[in-house]
């Protein structure tokens, strides 16, 4: 449910007060085009693919905005209402300096691959743009975004005493996991991905990620002693090196799933996205013997991401419930990794419960996957900017430096304005 904020001009004359209604002007923007278009497939459409082609620059749009037709997904139902969502009534405007250049949204959007681009104040919307034909119907998946609902799920469970402690090793909810390093490795390590255990993800189609999802996703698939044996080398003793892993979440999701019971779609449906009031449903893609797979691809449309990171920003309360433990999601976004570090990504941030965190005093915090994915959020002022993207490469040191800069300059600009409440 959307609702416009009415805005009222008064002009005092003799006769009284004039009111005349300024009706919402933050509605959303479309365009069937973006930056590099043709070779995203424009002229086709922007093809789905297939699982074979959904790597390649030409199906990049259609496969991020449409994964669930390549990979079987569960379906996460959203509530029978949506919550209410208010609309600016004048779009944001904002310069940024990048580089000695003064740039404004309308360059970032003309120079980077976005798909979806949502910038909101509490329930409120500020902007809300669809690149490369995509609209407000579209699911976008988000990759490694999924990484922090899970650590979310986890929350969930911790406050229902379905898992005792983070502290508890992986072997006390997944016993055939006993004896392997993976078994013995505490659950607070995983949340902060210094597991120790021997992993390499560096998104060159032939690293530790490829071989987990192709294992992942072949006839059979892997179970968790599958998984155990597969990875069961260690470099470090838990809690000691920094190490960005997907083995580190996917571990962290079987464990969530067997102490709960339940499905993680499941839990994402009944504990965040019904309470969270979401206005469509998302999916969630799931490996070869059914399972989701915890380290990436949930879908969802993008004010519904919006919706998500608002009630984040809101320290986990939304429309009057407590969606998330709000001490477990104050210790999720602050610095909790190690500083020894194997990724140079941690030069730049921090790392909390699979969240990534911003340098500085201000608390402020990152949901992040590859190719451009990203939610970021400012608890401080209420501001959440919600990106969909299809970057060619998995990184982009660049182009994340530049959202980064443009980030800062937002928060700057609304720091001194009342956050609207949550």
């Not at 400012?378 to 443009?406: G, I, N, Y």
Request: charge should be neutral.
């Amino acid at each position: 449910m959307l609702r416009p904020v009415a805005l009222f001009a008064g002009v005092i004359a003799f006769a009284g007060l004039l009111c005349r209604p300024v009706f919402a002007e933050a509605l959303p923007a479309y365009s069937p085009t973006g930056p590099d278009a043709a070779a995203y497939g424009e002229a086709e459409g922007y093809p789905v693919g297939s699982i074979k082609t959904m790597g390649s620059q030409r199906t990049m749009v259609g496969a991020y905005s449409h994964a669930d037709q390549i990979h079987p997904a569960r379906v996460i139902a959203s509530p029978a209402a949506a919550s209410t969502l208010d609309r600016a009534p004048q779009e944001l405007t904002l310069q940024y300096n990048d580089l000695g250049q003064t740039r404004d949204l309308e360059d970032y959007l003309s120079r980077q691959p976005v798909t979806g681009l949502l910038i909101m104040q509490g329930p409120t919307i500020l902007l809300e743009h669809y690149r490369y034909a995509r609209t407000e119907k579209d699911r976008f998946t988000t990759q490694s975004v999924a990484k922090t609902v899970v650590a979310l799920l986890l929350g969930t469970a911790l406050a229902e005493g379905e898992i005792r402690s983070i502290d508890d090793p992986v072997q006390a909810y997944v016993p055939e996991l006993a004896g392997s390093e993976a078994g013995r490795t505490p659950l607070s390590a995983l949340l902060s991905m210094s597991s120790g255990l021997a992993f390499h993800e560096a998104y060159t189609g032939k690293d530790d990620i490829a071989r987990l999802g192709r294992a992942l996703m072949r006839p059979g698939g892997l179970g968790a002693q599958d998984v155990g044996a597969m990875f069961n080398r260690r470099v470090a003793a838990p809690g000691l090196m920094f190490n960005f892993a997907g083995l580190d979440t996917e571990l962290l999701g079987i464990t969530v799933a067997r102490a709960t019971h339940m499905t993680l779609s499941s839990l994402l449906e009944t504990r965040i996205w019904a309470p969270l009031g979401a206005e469509a449903a998302a999916t969630w893609t799931l490996d070869a013997r059914g399972a989701e797979v915890p380290y990436c691809c949930i879908s969802a449309v993008l004010r519904d991401w919006g919706r998500l990171g608002a009630m984040l920003a809101a320290d986990g309360m939304w429309n009057g419930h407590q969606i998330i433990p709000r001490d477990f999601l104050l210790a999720a976004t602050q610095p909790q990794a190690p500083a020894q570090t194997a990724s140079p990504t941690r030069r730049r941030l921090n790392y909390g419960y699979q969240a990534w965190v911003l340098p500085g005093e201000r608390r402020q915090f990152m949901l992040r996957g590859i190719a451009g994915q990203v939610i970021l959020i400012d608890p401080a002022s209420r501001l959440v900017f919600v990106q969909t993207a299809v970057r060619k490469t998995a990184t982009d040191p660049a182009a994340e430096a530049e959202l980064l800069r443009l980030w800062n300059a937002l928060v700057a600009q609304q720091r001194d304005q009342l956050p609207s409440s949550g």
